[in-house]
């Protein structure tokens, strides 16, 4: 069975630049979430979803940060405009949250540079 | 102060003895908790759970819980160069909602 997919896995951009990270979840699974890692601050969570709506979004650092999940199989992780401070790995993570404690799965990460 | 804390080491220890992780968490009413392995430049990918106070033991791997105080360790017995990554502890309060410590380095020397 396939894992979360992330794409790009690479992404080098110019400040001010629109990026938009994109991610499949495992398929039947319920809830989404986005995290963003970086050395200094370790794995934050951006945003959570539950059957496609967004339930938590207190960890969008900025309004240059929005988030959407059109369907149960895709959300997109967007940033616009793009600033040298959001360089940072985006990981997408999945979940069956038929209870709490459901373990969640990670995709690759999109590795995002902004020049 | 950070919902989740470990300390973020490197932690060296020989091949063949144990290490020993630690993380503490602020919120009281956290019920699930959860250890991450994460190689450099991978994802995260799930070691252990742990839901109820005690140790919960999987092959090398121990998880131990103690709610009162608002800990949780994990133990690798037998350390092999294999382990060397980053540790990371995440909880979850029960809103579905995981939050993540900043991750313990390991290093196992040969």
């Known amino acids: 069975d396939a894992g979360v997919i992330q794409s790009p896995r690479h992404e080098v951009t110019e400040m001010g630049q629109e990026v938009t990270l994109r991610c499949k979840p495992i398929?039947?699974?319920?809830?989404l979430f986005w995290y963003r890692q970086t050395m200094m601050r370790g794995l934050e969570l951006l945003i959570y979803?539950?059957?496609?709506?967004?339930?938590?979004d207190s960890g969008m650092p900025e309004d240059r940060f929005s988030a959407k999940m059109p369907n149960a199989s895709f959300s997109t992780l967007k940033i616009q405009p793009s600033e040298p401070r959001d360089s940072a790995v985006y990981f997408c993570?999945?979940?069956?949250?038929?209870?709490?404690?459901?373990?969640?799965?990670f995709g690759e990460g999109s590795w995002l540079t902004v020049v | 102060q950070k919902e989740v804390e470990q300390n973020s080491g490197p932690l060296s220890v020989p091949e063949g003895a144990i290490a020993s992780l630690n993380c503490t968490y602020s919120?009281?009413?956290?019920?699930?908790f959860f250890w991450y392995r994460q190689y450099s430049g991978k994802s995260p990918e799930l070691i252990m759970s742990?839901?109820?106070?005690g140790d919960k033991e999987d092959g090398r791997f121990t998880a131990q819980l103690n709610k009162a105080s608002q800990y949780v360790s994990l133990l690798i017995r037998d350390s092999q160069p294999s382990d060397s990554a980053t540790y990371l502890c995440?909880?979850?309060?029960?809103?579905?909602?995981?939050?993540f410590g900043t991750g313990t380095r390991l290093k196992v020397l040969a």
């Open positions: 993570a999945s979940s069956l949250q038929a209870y709490s404690g459901n373990t969640i799965y």
């Open positions: 398929s039947g699974h319920n809830s």
């Open positions: 979803f539950n059957n496609n709506v967004p339930i938590d």
């Open positions: 919120d009281r009413g956290s019920q699930s």
């Open positions: 742990i839901y109820s106070n």
């Open positions: 995440a909880v979850d309060s029960g809103t579905y909602k995981y939050i």
